[in-house]
T-cell receptor, first 115, second 112 residues
Framework: GAGVSQSPSNKVTEKGKDVELRCDPI?????LYWYRQSLGQGLEFLIY????????KSGLPSDRFSAERTGGSVSTLTIQRTQQEDSAVYLC?????????????FGEGSRLTVL | AQSVTQPDIHITVSEGASLELRCNYS??????LFWYVQSPGQGLQLLLK??????LVQGIKGFEAEFKRSQSSFNLRKPSVHWSDAAEYFC??????????FGTGTLLAVQP
């Protein structure tokens, strides 16, 4: 596609349920990031996939959060046993090159609301 | 550890006035520095970036930023603000192989 695509755009779930958020990066982009944007918190780094290297998972806030990237393309962020504090906008970004020399192209985000 | 501080949460300026948004970073090596803008209801867009060389960098929409190593700063400036510049602005720091870390953002309001 022309840009980074994220789905769903909005997700409302009940506390304790699992959710999956999908990111379809720009074709050919080797780097993929997940960030969480909460009010007043800026963009919180979650995880970074860099080509064929092991992902940098240092930003995942708890073991309820996990992410995978299949075939170097589509990525899924999974949140198990959701809590109200997980409510936020989850942003995905991709870049043509690994490292931070390349411009990040962001999707419009998936807004998660946990009731 | 790398980090970014944007000390101003909200800034209001009059249309036509000059603008400076502050950004301070912490990074143990040569930093790569960025400014992104997020307009209401839209995704983030790159305004400008600094890797090396001339410490004053020009970006899109008439924005510029100056890297000052001695102050660990990368402030964003615009000589004359337009109403369409109202948005949230994020400073970010990374390295050649490191992840990109963002600040908490500065929300800019423009008064007519």
């Amino acid at each position: 596609g022309a840009g980074v695509s994220q789905s769903p755009s909005n997700k409302v779930t009940e506390k304790g349920k699992d959710v999956e958020l999908r990111c379809d990066p720009i074709s050919g982009h080797t780097a993929l990031y997940w960030y969480r944007q909460s009010l007043g918190q800026g963009l919180e780094f979650l995880i970074y996939f860099q080509g064929n290297s092991a992902p940098d998972k240092s930003g995942l806030p708890s073991d309820r959060f996990s992410a995978e990237r299949t075939g170097g393309s589509v990525s899924t962020l999974t949140i198990q046993r959701t809590q109200q504090e997980d409510s936020a906008v989850y942003l995905c970004a991709s870049s043509l090159v690994t490292g931070t020399t390349g411009e990040l192209f962001f999707g419009e985000g998936s807004r998660l609301t946990v009731l | 550890a790398q980090s970014v501080t944007q000390p101003d949460i909200h800034i209001t300026v009059s249309e036509g006035a000059s603008l400076e948004l502050r950004c301070n970073y912490s990074y143990g090596a040569t930093p790569y520095l960025f400014w992104y803008v997020q307009s209401p209801g839209q995704g983030l867009q790159l305004l400008l970036k600094y890797f090396s060389g001339d410490t004053l960098v020009q970006g899109i929409k008439g924005f510029e930023a100056e890297f000052k190593r001695s102050q660990s700063s990368f402030n964003l400036r615009k000589p004359s603000v337009h109403w369409s510049d109202a948005a949230e602005y994020f400073c970010a720091v990374g390295g050649a192989t490191n992840k990109l870390i963002f600040g908490t953002g500065t929300l800019l309001a423009v008064q007519p």
